[in-house]
């Protein structure tokens, strides 16, 4: 799914995901080009009671993409 969305989204798009069963760093690697733009994001349940998200940082996130994400 992000080798696809990597070759169709636009280059200042970050790629978010909310898996907690594959790293983050991983999903990056299946966008080489653009693994500095991959970042996990999990919304905590119940969310309309629980206000709060985890932004998850791979290998190559860059700084820029984890500032953006929060």
């Given at each position: 799914i992000?080798q696809n969305i990597?070759?169709?989204?636009p280059?200042?798009?970050?790629?978010a995901?909310?898996?907690s069963?594959?790293?983050?760093s991983?999903i990056?690697?299946?966008?080489?080009?653009?693994?500095d733009?991959?970042?996990?994001?999990?919304?905590?349940n119940p969310?309309?009671v629980?206000q709060?998200v985890?932004?998850?940082?791979?290998?190559?996130?860059?700084?820029e993409t984890h500032?953006?994400?929060?």
């Amino acid at each position: 799914i992000f080798q696809n969305i990597g070759k169709v989204a636009p280059e200042h798009a970050i790629l978010a995901t909310n898996t907690s069963s594959i790293s983050i760093s991983k999903i990056g690697g299946t966008v080489p080009t653009r693994a500095d733009k991959v970042i996990g994001m999990h919304f905590m349940n119940p969310v309309p009671v629980m206000q709060l998200v985890e932004v998850i940082r791979g290998l190559q996130t860059s700084d820029e993409t984890h500032k953006l994400t929060l």
